[in-house]
């Protein structure tokens, strides 16, 4: 048995993974999941796997802890993170919003030579992205995390297409400010195009604005943030005499993808992605953040 644990203050995504891999209880889960609950109807509320398993949540936000372990079968709740043991557990989730805490989160558990798991955003610079990447080399520990978009079924026929003829420009537009939902917009980037040698400009604020990221071949990438009127993603290619678009609205689809990843990594049926992506999504992050007010 594979044993995981959750770990957050401001827990985001909570009933969707843990819902995944544990399996979930309907009846609590409607009642207690709110939107999340939509990411598992129609669904057994069967484990991924029975062998991987989350048996504990450490949390200061006590009444959303035991919520979770309710409707997630969540064994442990504990309403302090230090509570938890990093010798108790093969592995984490860190669900925690702020990407700022991210690092105190994961480092002891890295330390310890366990599975990482980091929701969105990873790391918001690129010294603790760094940090994160050096521990988990240091000490053997399988390290992931970012956004489930990378697990988009749009986003993978996106791919697709623009390998097998580069735009000269794409934009991108989506919800939410600039840390925590325009990491997804660089993040589709980096999985259709990397980021290697990108320059990055930024206008506006971290609410709302918009990003430039320009690649040392010439092609460039608009991205545009904040829309409160848009829930979910798009992606659009300029080809000079053509358009092609995508609209990465597939949430149960990436949700259940990212899952299911986490699962096979922290099992050691699969390696996860180069750390390197973590430190170039940082990077942007980052760059661009310190150019909104």
């Excluded at 990378?150 to 097998?164: D, E, F």
Aim: glycine share 10%; proline share 5%.
């Amino acid at each position: 048995m594979v044993r995981l644990g959750v770990i957050g203050e401001t827990l985001i995504h909570a009933f969707i993974y843990p819902g995944h891999i544990n399996g979930f209880s309907a009846p609590e889960m409607s009642s207690f999941g709110g939107w999340m609950n939509d990411m598992h109807a129609g669904r057994s509320g069967d484990p991924l796997d029975p062998d991987v398993r989350i048996t504990a949540i450490a949390s200061t936000d006590g009444e959303r802890a035991e919520r979770i372990a309710a409707a997630c079968r969540i064994d442990a709740v504990h309403p302090r993170i230090a509570d938890l043991d990093p010798d108790s557990v093969d592995g984490v989730l860190i669900l925690e919003d702020d990407g700022a805490k991210h690092p105190e989160l994961a480092l002891p558990f890295l330390r310890a030579g366990k599975f990482v798991f980091i929701d969105k955003p990873a790391a918001v610079s690129l010294a603790a992205a760094r940090t994160l990447e050096a521990a988990a080399r240091r000490h053997g520990a399988r390290l992931m995390g970012g956004s489930a978009l990378r697990h988009s079924p749009s986003v993978a026929a996106a791919r697709h297409a623009l390998t097998v003829q580069r735009p000269g420009s794409v934009a991108v537009s989506g919800p939410g400010h600039w840390f925590n939902y325009a990491c997804h917009t660089v993040e589709v980037l980096e999985t259709v195009f990397g980021l290697g040698g990108v320059e990055v400009c930024a206008v506006g604020k971290e609410a709302r604005g918009a990003a430039l990221l320009r690649w040392p071949d010439g092609m460039t990438a608009s991205i545009a943030f904040g829309g409160a009127h848009q829930p979910h993603f798009i992606l659009r290619a300029e080809y000079g005499d053509r358009t092609e678009s995508w609209v990465i609205d597939d949430a149960r689809e990436y949700y259940l993808g990212l899952s299911q990843a986490i699962v096979d990594v922290a099992a050691g049926r699969a390696t996860p992605p180069s750390t390197a992506t973590l430190v170039g999504i940082a990077r942007v992050l980052e760059q661009g953040g310190a150019l909104l007010a």
